[in-house]
């Protein structure tokens, strides 16, 4: 089986850096990926690492440690709109090709 | 139409109701997921479909029929649905689940009240 652990919520105000991490357990690992979902809306692909370092892409980069089953996602210069929930998710052994087992999300609340 | 859309965006049905779901995929993908999403619980995967071929049944109850006509349109047919069974269906499509890792598209879901 597989599971993912993340903070449920993290508050922080604009134009601050803030660091979601997610820690799992898995089977087997082919890589992390990170998604953003706003209220209402559906979740958006952001980041897929699937060796160790750092990927960065725009404001927002990702970070993986294989042999501490680790990842986070940092955000930098936070806008009120990046105000969302941001979900890791893991390809197992168990979830060959692209199927996906998520953890339960972290709340972003980006204040003024 | 672009991207992935889903059809209605809201449903309120009784529990001895018959409904279906309906999902749209624009990409030209191969792979397509249903999942759940429940309030403070993670997105749960319940169905899988690759060229048209069902993969994955993630041990969805009965009550939940999935169709996949062709790559383009997944279903989720709804009978004698719970109240629990109330949540958040989120359709996604990616190219193809067996070549390497290929992100995963959603669509804006189906909300679903089971009264």
């Known amino acids: 089986g597989q599971s993912l652990e993340q903070p449920s919520e993290v508050t922080a105000v604009e134009g601050a850096i803030v660091q979601i991490n997610c820690t799992y357990q898995?089977?087997?690992?082919?890589?992390l990926s990170w998604y953003q979902q706003h209220d209402g809306g559906a979740p958006t692909f952001l980041s897929y690492n699937a060796l160790d370092g750092l990927e960065e892409t725009g404001r927002f980069s990702s970070f993986l440690s294989r042999s501490d089953s680790y990842g986070y996602l940092l955000l930098q210069e936070l806008q009120m709109k990046d105000s969302a929930s941001y979900f890791c998710?893991?390809?197992?052994?168990?979830?060959?090709?692209?199927?996906?087992?998520f953890g339960g999300g972290t709340r972003l609340m980006v204040k003024p | 139409e672009t991207g992935v859309t889903q059809t209605p965006r809201h449903l309120v049905m009784g529990m001895t109701n018959k409904k279906s779901l309906k999902c749209e995929q624009h990409?030209?993908?191969?792979?397509m997921y249903w999942y759940k999403q429940s309030a403070k619980k993670p997105l749960e995967l319940m169905f899988v479909?690759?060229?048209?071929?069902?993969?994955e049944n993630n041990s969805v109850p009965s009550r939940f029929s999935p169709e996949c006509p062709n790559s383009s349109h997944l279903f989720l047919h709804l009978h004698t649905l719970q109240p629990e069974d109330s949540a958040l269906y989120l359709c996604?499509?990616?190219?193809?689940?067996?070549?390497?890792?290929?992100?995963?598209?959603f669509g804006p879901g189906t909300r679903l009240t089971v009264l």
């Open positions: 898995t089977s087997g690992f082919y890589g």
């Open positions: 996604a499509s990616s190219q193809d689940r067996s070549s390497g890792y290929n992100e995963q598209f």
């Open positions: 990409l030209g993908h191969n792979a």
């Open positions: 479909y690759n060229f048209k071929e069902q993969t």
């Open positions: 998710a893991v390809r197992g052994q168990d979830n060959a090709g692209n199927m996906l087992t």
